[in-house]
């Protein structure tokens, strides 16, 4: 025996009303923000002076991982985060602000924050 599904529009649904909401609740709202995801990698053996460099190069709106230290090559990869900022601009910044630095793969998203208020 095999069951098939019907839907009719005989039978209908009974609908309810919404709760007006209430004003002085505020409504949470969020910002869109742009997030560029690149890869840098710079000459060295220590990850300290490539910090130094790409925050001097991209301000308080970066977060930044050591992928690799390759200390055979004398390299040390980033993966840097920054948030606010296009994709140019960041690479922009990244070719001013450092002459020897090898740039890879960029991604470019957006992340959600709450809006202040």
Known sequence: MMLTSVATSEIAA????RAPRESHIPRR??????????????PG??????????????????R???VTVDQQHERVTFRVEVTSRSLDDVIGLLTATLDRATLGRAEVTVIRRPRDY
């Open 45 to 62: 053996t220590s990850s300290a002076n490539g910090r130094r460099a790409l925050h001097t190069a991209l301000g308080d709106d970066l």
């Open 29 to 42: 709202t969020h910002v869109v923000v742009p997030l560029v995801i690149i890869d840098v990698t710079v």
């Open 64 to 66: 930044l991982y050591v």
């Open 14 to 17: 009974p609908r309810t009303q």
